[in-house]
């Protein structure tokens, strides 16, 4: 399959179905929409070296992932979003360059890789509250977009995030009108920007219901299983155990419900559990019934989504910066109930 036999099935011209899939702007979206789902049909794929040499283009886009003690972004999320951004590259005739680089040498490697030119732009993980890689790329007049926010970030920056203080605002306030009154708090490391917003909106539920936050009640932490069950270990061993635990991942969900087990405890009857995060392709919360009550956010769709974005600000750089919040769904499953106090 070559794009001449390609544009002879769509009866469009080769001028018009390279545009379409390399995101020109002054394609229509439904033609764009329909030579995609054509080129993937027929496993059209576009040669990126002789893309590059026609465009000047390295036909690439980076991944640049920190090698950090503290945070470890190689997980089943990252593989759900490169699932998802791998989608739009392929369509567009890109290739995808994951590089782990250590965090004190992040700022040279960004450097080098423009010096290079061996991307034509850059996807930017796991965003802190005040994060230098937004400045720099900026400087550095690289193409990128950031998957999350940085709110200490004064300039104006393409992104794509959830809206995370709705979703845990959302959670914790279906526990509230469960009758939960100490409700915990695992979340992730809250040097993230992520993990700070889905604390705001757990303060803001409890607040907003006249109630005082117990700092006992909170915990940060890497997001693992290990992580899960031994937090909630220590909560339950704790003078005042919780009636329901809000945790930020779904794995971290997995090592709660084995201290809940280990515990002799039922989880949705003795200690209620609402995680995120459980559309996953590789851990799903369950068959028919879900498991876990969650907020869902398919991590997958942001990726295929923030990976258009950054590709369409390659074929346009003059058009304005875009940013997408996407909102989370509240699925309800077996692992909450009202408080045991309130049966």
């Not at 999350?148 to 203080?165: E, I, K």
């Amino acid at each position: 399959m070559n794009l001449k036999t390609l544009s002879e099935h769509l009866g469009l011209s080769q001028t018009t179905v390279s545009r379409a899939l390399n995101g020109y702007p002054e394609v229509n979206e439904k033609t764009r929409k329909r030579v995609l789902e054509a080129a993937q049909e027929l496993n059209y794929s576009p040669n990126a070296r002789a893309k590059g040499l026609a465009t000047g283009r390295a036909m690439a886009i980076g991944h640049v992932i920190a090698r950090s003690t503290k945070h470890e972004m190689v997980n089943p999320v990252f593989g759900d979003y490169t699932a998802g951004a791998g989608e739009s590259y392929s369509a567009a005739g890109y290739d995808m360059l994951i590089s782990l680089v250590d965090d004190e040498n992040e700022e040279r490697f960004y450097r080098a890789m423009k010096s290079k030119g061996n991307v034509d732009g850059i996807i930017v993980h796991g965003p802190r509250m005040e994060d230098p890689r937004i400045d720099l790329l900026s400087d550095l007049g690289m193409p990128f977009l950031c998957h999350g926010r940085a709110s200490g970030v004064a300039r104006d920056y393409a992104w794509l995030d959830v809206n995370n203080t709705r979703a845990f605002q959302r959670a914790t306030e279906f526990l509230l009108d469960l009758g939960h009154r100490r409700i915990a708090l695992l979340n992730g490391l809250e040097t993230l920007e992520f993990a700070h917003r889905r604390k705001q909106g757990f303060l803001n539920a409890l607040q907003d219901r006249g109630m005082t936050p117990d700092p006992a009640l909170m915990r940060t932490g890497e997001m693992t299983e290990i992580y899960g069950y031994r937090e909630t270990r220590a909560l339950l061993a704790a003078g005042t155990r919780p009636t329901a635990i809000l945790t930020a991942s779904m794995i971290t969900a997995m090592g709660v419900r084995r201290a809940l087990w280990d515990e002799g405890l039922t989880m949705g009857r003795d200690i209620s559990v609402i995680t995120f995060d459980d559309d996953l392709s590789y851990l799903k919360n369950g068959q028919d019934v879900p498991i876990f009550t969650a907020t869902r956010s398919s991590v997958r769709e942001a990726g295929r989504l923030s990976a258009q974005m950054l590709l369409d600000m390659i074929n346009d750089p003059e058009r304005t910066l875009r940013t997408h919040l996407m909102e989370a769904d509240l699925i309800i499953g077996q692992s909450t109930g009202p408080a045991p106090d309130r049966v």
